[in-house]
Structures are given as C-alpha cells and as structure tokens.
C-alpha cells in the first residue's frame, strides 16, 4: 500500500467485563459486554471497513471482545497480541502504532480507557460534523469506537494528524 493513500485506525474500547474476584487483567466480559461486542463488529461490517491488522491488548475482556467482534466481521484480519497495550498510556500506544508495518492500510486497535479515549482525542487533528461534540459527550463507553483517517507512513503517526471520520456507541 502506498504512504500516501488513505490509512484508518479504529479505536474500539473493549466491552463491558464482569467484576469477579480476579486480578484485573483477568477480568472476563460481563453478559451485555459479549452482546454489544457482536453488535460492535456488525456495525464496523455494515461501515464497510475489514482492517488488514488488530492490535489486540492481552487483558481476558479485550481478547474475548475481539473474538466475538471478529465473529461478524466477513474476513477475519491478522491479529497481534501486545501486552503493551494493557495499561498504556497514548504515547505508549502511538509508539506501537510507530511499528505497524506500512503494507498495512486499515488498523483496528482493541484496548482500554482512558487511554482509547485519550488516544482519539489526540490522534483527531480534524473531525467530520459533530463527531467530536458526541465523542465527548459520551464519555467514550465500552464498545465504543471511532474512526480516524490519515495518510502517510504509521512511522508518522502523531498528535493531530488523522481527521476522526465517525464515532459509534452501542447504546446511542
């Protein structure tokens, strides 16, 4: 893929997870976070986006909200597991979009708040309508996602230099 064609990075928060008694990293997903996962991935499908690569956080809820949003997907991308994306601030996390590879054109990145929030806040130099406004407003809940656009290598990828193109809550 070209540097100069288009790229999207979607940020999807991992669903909602269950409180049992377990360390954090853990913690299974609670029985509407496996609903709004499958209903997160049906919306990702109908936008017409597969990515080419997820960059999954190895947290028990992060893996089990992309495997059950990767069921409705209609092609299943490469997944990486990076146990740098647990507990990672956005800096961290740019530094890992820093590696991605640039024959990758669409990313999805599974993790956590606040940093997910934090990290399309960053990201969005731009944003389409009121995008931004609702992003804000909702307080960026689990299974929520957003969908920003850049061009240029992912060795590039910095505060401001994608355009957030959508927004997406499964309870709006």
């Known amino acids: 893929m070209s540097v100069k064609a288009a790229r999207r990075i979607v940020l999807l ?25 499958r ?21 028990v809820r992060a893996r089990e909200t992309w495997k059950l949003f990767a069921s409705e997907l209609t092609s299943r991308p490469r997944t990486a597991y990076d146990d740098r994306l647990y507990e990672a601030s956005p800096g961290e996390v740019i530094a890992v979009l820093n ?3 640039d024959a990758v054109g669409d990313l999805l990145v599974v993790g956590h708040n606040p940093t997910t929030h934090a990290l399309a806040d960053l990201l969005a130099g731009t ?18 996602q957003a969908v920003l656009t850049l061009t ?13 193109t959508a927004f997406w809550t499964p309870h709006d």
């Open 13 to 37: 928060r991992h669903a909602k997870a269950d409180w049992p008694e377990v360390a954090d990293h853990d913690r299974p997903l609670a029985e509407r976070g496996r609903h709004d996962a």
């Open 39 to 59: 209903t997160a991935g049906l919306w990702l499908a109908d936008a017409g986006i597969t990515p080419d690569l997820t960059l999954c956080s190895t947290a």
């Open 99 to 101: 590696e991605v590879d």
């Open 127 to 144: 944003a389409e309508g009121d995008t931004r406004a609702r992003m804000h407003a909702s307080g960026y809940p689990t299974s929520a």
């Open 152 to 164: 240029g290598p992912w060795k590039s990828v910095e505060p401001g230099v994608a355009r957030l």
